[in-house]
C-alpha cells in the first residue's frame, strides 16, 4: 500500500482495459471522477447524520445500499432528499459497533437497536471502510488512475489485508470517537482472514474492558 503499489495497481486499470480491447477516454474519466465525489459526498451527509444520531440506523442501512445500487445521480437525489428531511432526536441509548464482511445484516441492526442500544459504527466493506473522501481529479489519464489507485488502496484495513496490528488501530480509534461500548462481530462460516484475527482483535478490546460477541451467518443474504 506504498507509492510502489499504487503505480503497480494504476498500471494494472491500463493493462486490463487493454486485455478488453478498450480505451480510456479522458473526459469520461474525470466525469466519472467527479460524479463518483458527489456521491461520497452525499452519502458522508448521510452518515454524519446517522452518527449524530439525527439519522436512524435502519433508514441510513438503506439508503446506503440504495446509494451502491441505484444509478449515481438517483443516488445522489435520493441521499439529499432524505437528508433534507431527516432531523430526529439523537437520544441516549448506549453505543455498539459491528463489524462484518460486505455488510452488515439489516435484520442484526434491528435487532439490536430493539434490545435498547444504537448502532454507531460499523466495520464492513460498504460500512466505515468504504471510502467517502473525495478523489483528486487530475489533467491526464495517467494522473486519475494513480489518484484512483491511492485511494482505494489507503482506504482502512480489513481482514483480508492481513494487517492485524492496524486493523486494532482502525478499531479502538472507532470505539473512542464513536463512544462504543462493546463490539458485535458477525461472520460467514468458513471466513478464514476475519476468524483468524478474531481472537487477537477480541482480546485486545476486552482487555480494555469492550466486551465482544461472535456470531457466525451461513448465508449471504441483506
Given at each position: ?8 495497481l ?6 486490463l482495459a487493454d486485455?478488453l ?18 456521491l461520497?459526498r452525499?452519502?458522508?451527509e ?7 444520531g439525527?439519522?436512524d440506523?435502519l433508514s441510513?442501512?438503506d439508503?446506503r445500499?440504495k446509494?451502491?445500487?441505484?444509478s449515481?445521480?438517483?443516488a445522489?437525489?435520493?441521499?439529499r432528499?432524505?437528508?433534507?428531511e431527516s ?5 441516549s441509548k ?7 464482511g460486505v455488510?452488515?445484516?439489516?435484520a442484526l ?11 454507531v459504527a ?5 460500512g ?34 492481513l ?12 470505539i473512542?470517537a464513536?463512544k462504543?461500548v462493546?463490539?458485535?462481530?458477525s461472520?460467514y ?5 476475519a476468524l ?6 477480541a ?10 460477541l461472535l456470531?457466525?451467518e ?5
Amino acid at each position: 500500500k506504498d507509492e510502489a503499489g499504487a503505480r503497480r495497481l494504476a498500471h494494472l486499470f491500463r493493462a486490463l482495459a487493454d486485455q478488453l480491447g478498450r480505451e480510456f477516454n479522458p473526459d469520461a474519466l474525470e466525469e466519472a471522477i467527479v460524479l463518483g465525489n458527489e456521491l461520497r459526498r452525499a452519502v458522508k451527509e448521510a452518515r454524519d447524520l446517522w452518527v449524530s444520531g439525527l439519522m436512524d440506523s435502519l433508514s441510513f442501512w438503506d439508503l446506503r445500499v440504495k446509494a451502491l445500487t441505484y444509478s449515481p445521480p438517483e443516488a445522489i437525489s435520493l441521499l439529499r432528499g432524505a437528508c433534507a428531511e431527516s432531523r430526529r432526536s439523537p437520544g441516549s441509548k448506549p453505543g455498539i459497533m459491528l463489524s462484518g464482511g460486505v455488510t452488515v445484516k439489516r435484520a442484526l441492526v434491528e435487532l439490536v437497536e430493539g434490545e435498547g442500544f444504537r448502532v454507531v459504527a460499523e466495520d464492513s466493506d460498504i460500512g466505515d471502510r468504504f471510502l467517502l473522501e473525495e478523489i483528486p481529479v487530475g489533467r491526464s489519464v495517467e494522473e486519475n488512475l494513480l489518484n484512483l489507485a491511492r485511494a482505494y488502496l489507503g482506504r482502512p484495513p480489513s481482514p483480508r489485508d492481513l494487517d492485524p496490528e492496524r486493523r486494532l488501530q482502525f478499531y479502538r480509534g472507532l470505539i473512542e470517537a464513536r463512544k462504543a461500548v462493546g463490539v458485535i462481530f458477525s461472520y460467514y462460516k468458513f471466513c478464514d482472514p476475519a476468524l483468524a484475527e478474531y481472537p487477537f482483535i477480541a482480546s485486545h478490546l476486552k482487555g480494555r474492558g469492550i466486551p465482544c460477541l461472535l456470531l457466525e451467518e451461513e448465508d449471504e443474504s441483506l
